[in-house]
């Protein structure tokens, strides 16, 4: 069986859009999926960027706390519960990101309500830069928001502009599994636009 990691920032929509694809494609596939953290506010430290991309790393570091905090209270299960939640709400339903967002989204889920005020709590920030340095170093590289890993061989991406189909995200997956298998293989890219677009359904 394959061994996939995945490792999002979840502000990030397009990494959203990868976990979808992946979470229904691994259910058809013959894969283990496991969803890990990275933080784009850590990736970006030190850049000169536009107001409104600063807004978002922002939110980046303050949900990078809080989602550090429930991998360490209840493992990767609680990270990918809480994702599932925060994520249905801002990248499906397009709900305003605040702290009454996160405080509802963990209200679903069995990670302690008090995490919201962790937020604001820079305590959890050596937790963050841990993750992510996880995230670059299963890549071999600086890389963004997602990185797959296949049994331990890792790439940027797949970045998604739409969430394909039930067929088309299998074949996806296998194609993913066999570069990541392929000796020698390392960069497939095309220019792309964003951000992706999600269907309110695209979490089932």
Same mark, same amino acid.
């Given at each position: ?6 490792y ?5 929509? @397009? +990494?959203? &859009? /990868? ?5 229904? *494609? ?9 969803? #890990? ?29 809080? @989602? +550090?905090? &429930? /991998? ?5 299960n *609680? ?9 249905? #709400? ?17 209200a679903t ?6 995490l919201?005020d ?12 841990? *993750? ?19 049994n331990?061989?890792a ?16 074949a ?13 293989f ?7 636009q ?11």
């Open positions: 069986m394959n061994t996939i990691e995945l999002v920032d979840p502000i990030c929509p @397009f +990494a959203w &859009a /990868t976990s979808r694809w992946l979470k229904a *494609a691994g259910q058809t596939v013959d894969c283990r999926v496991a969803l #890990r953290q990275m933080s784009l506010a850590t990736l970006n430290e030190g850049r000169d960027v536009d107001p409104g991309h600063r807004a978002k790393l922002n939110w980046s570091k303050r949900l990078g706390r809080v @989602f +550090a905090a &429930a /991998t360490a209270d209840g493992g990767p *609680a990270f990918s519960e809480l994702y599932e939640a925060l994520g249905t #709400r801002i990248h499906n339903r397009h709900e305003k990101l605040s702290d009454t967002t996160v405080k509802e989204a963990l889920t069995s990670c302690s309500p008090a919201a962790v937020l604001d709590d820079p305590t959890w920030e050596d937790a963050v830069r841990t *993750a992510h340095r996880c995230s670059q170093e299963a890549l071999g590289g600086s890389g963004g928001s997602p990185i797959i890993a296949v331990g061989t790439f940027f991406g797949p970045v998604l502009t739409s969430v394909p189909n039930p067929d088309d995200g299998a996806l997956l296998e194609a993913i599994i066999a570069a990541a298998t392929t000796p020698g390392a960069v497939l890219q095309r220019p792309y964003g951000p992706p677009t999600i269907s309110h359904d695209a979490n089932r």
